[in-house]
């Protein structure tokens, strides 16, 4: 009993540590040290055998992945491509439909492999223009970003986002996994939570709310003078030329390349070889393409390997404090409890990502913790590996995005300038509730099918 309040304890302070704006490396040593004495561990061994062990481990086997994805996506942050897509979508649905277009822009380059921290600082002027102009609340640009970013894009079959190949290592699957479930229960997310947003957001103007920049302490001055700029770059009185952009051709095709070519060479070698082949030739198409919009190669990728160790080292962190959370026999004894869930065998393995996903407050570390411990135990029962796939996928998409997630901070602080009380309830209905209402709808039809 000592040791189960121990662990649930250590991720207790591990999520209250991370909320407090505590670097997620220093929180992961402290709450490992806790989880160590509580449970009975040599401290030394688990700090330089188990943590370090699962560190190195996730490190080994996903840097590149890490590192190539953020190349990309300041590839196409410096040749301007991610400004393009994010600009025709705006022009080409308007401000009437100023939330399903800011959703669309993030979805697009998502799925395309861009960074999610890129894609929101790149659509956010985007969403503060389009907001301005339909009068709509600032508080849901939040919820829009953050909806399209990571709701249904990173965990659809033949995404290129970790989330999606991180599965692939434990079942030998490929990333388009799941097939026709995995593929309708992404457009119910999609279609259901565009509804909920897009009701939420009239619901608020109904009640008598208008658009309006926050003006809290610490709000990121240098991402509203950008959409400041981006509403004057709309006047035709405007007294200099807009700013010109890739064609929106150029900027879609490395986005379509990456996604086709991880799902075609995954045919012939592994999903993460393939990962990287196609993350490559994107960086090498965008910059073929869009050339004469590139304005420092060298610091692109010099700025993509910094954001790629901070947060691949972020991640391995969580990792580092799961191996050793592990090692304790009460984890354990709740792997066995929830392996013995009664009902569909795949129910436990949903509950079971879930549940680390969320304490984690991390899709891809939930999943590094999780699987391999529960893949070989589930693989030894014969079942569909697709499917567990596309659960496990499925999965690290829910109780990820509680408050302590990294992504939903930096996007409510540091990009929107908002606050969790005012912004965080749509975005907690979106990607919290909805797709776990929908991981529960997969878990039924995949056993059924």
Excluded at 359 to 367: P, R, V
Excluded at 404 to 423: F, Q
Aim: net charge neutral.
């Amino acid at each position: 009993m000592f040791e189960m309040l121990g662990l649930i304890a250590s991720l207790i302070l591990l999520m209250y540590l991370t909320m407090k704006g505590i670097n997620i490396i220093v929180a992961a040593i402290i709450s490992t040290i806790l989880v160590a004495i509580t449970g009975g561990l040599n401290l030394g061994t688990a700090l330089s055998e188990h943590y370090m062990t699962g560190f190195t481990g996730y490190f080994k086997s996903w840097f590149l992945i890490f590192l190539l994805g953020a190349i990309f996506g300041k590839i196409m942050q410096e040749t301007l491509a991610a400004d393009s897509i994010a600009n025709w979508v705006k022009n080409t649905l308007g401000p009437s439909r100023a939330v399903f277009a800011v959703v669309a822009a993030a979805a697009m380059m998502t799925y395309g492999g861009v960074s999610l921290f890129v894609v929101g600082f790149a659509v956010y002027p985007i969403a503060v223009s389009l907001f301005r102009v339909a009068n709509l609340p600032h508080r849901f640009i939040p919820a829009a970003l953050v909806f399209g970013s990571i709701s249904f894009t990173m965990t659809a079959p033949g995404s290129p986002e970790i989330q999606n190949l991180i599965p692939t290592e434990f079942f030998g699957t490929k990333p388009t996994a799941g097939g026709v479930i995995g593929v309708l229960m992404a457009l119910l997310i999609m279609v259901v939570g565009g509804i909920m947003l897009s009701r939420m957001v009239k619901k608020a103007v109904q009640n008598g709310e208008t658009f309006s920049l926050p003006n809290q302490l610490g709000h990121n001055e240098t991402a509203a003078a950008l959409a400041d700029e981006e509403l004057e770059a709309q006047k035709p009185s405007h007294s200099t030329e807009p700013k010109e952009l890739p064609n929106i051709i150029f900027a879609f095709l490395p986005l379509a390349s990456v996604i086709a070519l991880l799902n075609i060479v995954s045919n012939f070698t592994t999903p993460t070889t393939a990962a990287l082949i196609s993350l490559t030739s994107g960086i090498a198409i965008a910059c073929l393409l869009m050339f004469k919009f590139l304005r420092g190669f060298w610091n692109a990728l010099a700025k993509g390997s910094q954001d790629a160790l901070v947060a691949v080292a972020n991640t391995c962190a969580v990792v580092g404090f799961g191996s050793v959370a592990a090692q304790v026999s009460a984890f354990q004894s709740l792997v066995d409890a929830l392996v013995s869930i009664p009902g569909p065998p795949l129910m436990g393995l949903a509950i079971a990502v879930t549940l680390i996903c969320g304490i984690t407050g991390s899709a891809s570390g939930g999943l590094g913790i999780a699987l391999p411990i529960l893949a070989p135990v589930y693989m030894a029962q014969g079942m569909d590996p697709g499917a567990m796939h596309r659960i496990s996928a499925l999965a690290s998409g829910g109780l990820d995005s509680l408050p302590h997630n990294g992504y939903v901070v930096t996007t409510i602080r540091a990009i929107c300038g908002e606050t969790h009380k005012r912004s965080y309830w749509p975005i907690f209905l979106l990607s919290v509730v909805l797709p776990t209402i929908v991981l529960v709808l997969a878990t039924f039809l995949y056993t059924i099918f």
